[in-house]
T-cell receptor, first 113, second 115 residues
């Protein structure tokens, strides 16, 4: 099976802009979780979607949002970008919810100038 | 809320030797999973090993094994016969069972395997 794919792999934006990142899970996986990785804060959970519903949300401002489509593909959106949003954004998928290992994609490196 | 602590920011080991990475966690949950993930310079996060808290037997996966001490809330990773390809960041992670796929990560340990 193909692994988790994320697009784009690299992105450069300026402050105030918005950005949309995409994640395609492993075929058959219904849960998609998003994480932010920065040198200062480490790996932090953003949110999780399962069957098109947001099941869990981390401690991030409302500028961070996401959605999941019927084919389990997920997008996350960050509006009004700030310099501190520069990070590696990782997506992970698993077959079910709460009982399974998560498999990670290669990440999207976002740089905000 | 859960917390995961990795007290060794950096470690090094000679090729073919054994190294142990430490992880402690704090939780009031009784049903959970613990993971070790590896992140090489390519940044791709790779699962190394997983442990279910209700299982007393320590998980093993080839050269990788864990020492899971539930009462002490300790979950260390032992890498035997270290290889150059083991050079990476290693993250310990916690997940509550049946509460969604939300991982809480430790700060990571950077491991360098020297030839």
């Amino acid at each position: 099976k193909a692994g988790v794919t994320q697009t784009p792999r690299y992105l450069i934006k300026t402050r105030g802009q918005q950005v949309t990142l995409s994640c395609s899970p492993i075929s058959g996986h219904r849960s998609v979780s998003w994480y932010q990785q920065t040198p200062g804060q480490g790996l932090q959970f953003l949110f999780e979607y399962f069957s098109e519903t947001q099941r869990n949300k981390g401690n991030f401002p409302g500028r961070f949002s996401g959605r999941q489509f019927s084919n389990s593909r997920s997008e996350m959106n960050v509006s009004t970008l700030e310099l501190g949003d520069s990070a590696l954004y990782l997506c992970a998928s698993s077959p079910f919810q709460g009982t399974d290992t998560q498999y990670f994609g290669p990440g999207t490196r976002l740089t905000v100038l | 809320a859960q917390t995961v602590t990795q007290s060794q920011p950096e470690m090094s080991v000679q090729e073919a030797e054994t190294v142990t990475l430490s992880c402690t966690y704090d939780t009031s949950e009784s049903n959970y999973y613990l993971f070790w993930y590896k992140q090489p310079p390519s940044r791709q996060m790779i699962l190394v090993i997983r442990q279910e808290a209700y299982k007393q037997q320590n998980a093993t996966e080839n050269r990788f094994s864990v020492n899971f001490q539930k009462a002490a809330k300790s979950f260390s990773l032992k890498i035997s016969d270290s290889q150059l390809g083991d050079t990476a960041m290693y993250f310990c992670a916690f997940m509550k069972r049946n509460a969604g796929n939300m991982l809480t990560f430790g700060g990571g340990t950077r491991l360098m395997v020297k030839p």
